[in-house]
């Protein structure tokens, strides 16, 4: 299969009331992890890379191995750039073949956030790519922050309901609670505003910060909206806890596939749970 449009896949997540999971996708490993949970799922899938990833891997490694997976997948994937906070390197994905990007620009001015996703919109539309943006900032659980310093990021609904009507962006992350990496405590998360912004805009809602997000309260997100949920640390902790068991159990191991084929299946039963959670299961 050709890689889909994420808005295609948000489309029936939209109509049949789930969400797909977006998973951060860094190497060949993941990437296979990735395609076979969602195989083994009958699942659509959506593979992101980050700007990070495209400097570590190489953005024709990336399209190559992605266009690779999707090719011989009987499920639909789609290869989106994660927080694209440069506009030339989202050009770059453009050229590149990606179905999907995120233009990030939440640390920008809401008039600036909104006069450069317009651009990337012209960009896009004529191609079929779709765009994602954000507003609010969803931050990582290093930025030590207070309760009250946090929620000042949130994203403001009627900011949202602005955006949303000055760009016809295809879907919105939003700030309510998440934080990209790993949680001290457990996240709670603003479900009113969640609500609300999701009643004004009424387009799909893309969830960040997701590992470590309880099951129950992803499962309460979706039911409120949100259509896309993003995936990267469970990965990461899935592929280097297995390394590291592996490792310890053999020390004397020198073949590199001996270690990375069981992070590999560690990865692929972890995704798989996600996709269970996000109702996406058979929507392939
Ligand atoms: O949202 C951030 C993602 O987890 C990507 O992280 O920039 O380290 O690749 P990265
Ligand atoms: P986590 O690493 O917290 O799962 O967040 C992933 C993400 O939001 C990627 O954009
Ligand atoms: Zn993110």
């Known amino acids: 299969m050709a890689l889909v449009a994420v808005h ?5 997540a939209d109509q049949e009331d789930y969400a797909v999971g977006a998973f951060n996708a860094n190497n060949m490993e993941i990437i296979q992890a990735i395609v076979m949970a969602a195989e083994m799922e009958n699942s659509p899938v959506i593979m992101q890379a980050s700007q990070g990833a495209i400097t570590y891997a190489g953005l024709d490694y990336i399209t190559g191995i992605v266009r690779i997976a999707a090719r011989n997948s ?3 994937v789609a290869l989106h750039l994660d927080h694209g906070t440069d506009f030339d390197q989202v050009v770059r994905c453009f050229r590149s073949g990606f179905s999907s990007v995120m233009y990030d620009g939440s640390k920008l001015t809401l008039e600036d956030n ?3 996703t317009n651009r990337v919109l012209e960009m896009a539309r004529p191609v079929g790519v779709s765009v994602e943006a954000e507003l609010g900032k969803i ?3 290093e930025d030590h922050v207070t309760v009250s310093e946090k929620e000042a990021m949130f ?3 009627e900011e949202a309901r602005y955006f949303v009507e000055k760009t016809g962006v295809d879907s919105l992350a939003i700030a309510i609670g998440t934080a990209h990496g790993q949680y001290q405590g457990e996240p709670k998360l603003d479900f009113d505003r969640l609500k609300i912004i999701r009643e004004l805009t009424g387009i799909p809602i893309v969830l960040h910060g997701s590992s470590g997000v309880p099951d129950e309260a992803v499962r309460h997100a979706i039911e409120l909206g949100v259509r896309k949920v993003n995936i990267d640390t469970n ?7 297995t390394m590291r068991k ?3 159990e053999k020390p004397d191991e020198i073949d590199p596939r001996k270690i990375l084929g069981p992070a590999r299946e560690a990865m692929i039963e972890m995704i798989r749970d996600k ?3 996000f109702g996406s299961s058979g929507k392939a």
């Open 114 to 116: 909104i006069a450069i």
């Open 139 to 141: 931050g990582g659980t």
């Open 74 to 76: 009987k499920v639909p």
């Open 246 to 248: 592996v490792i310890a």
């Open 235 to 241: 990965i990461r902790e899935a592929f280097v806890a």
């Open 155 to 157: 994203t403001d609904p």
């Open 275 to 277: 996709i269970r959670v």
């Open 8 to 12: 295609e896949l948000l489309k029936k």
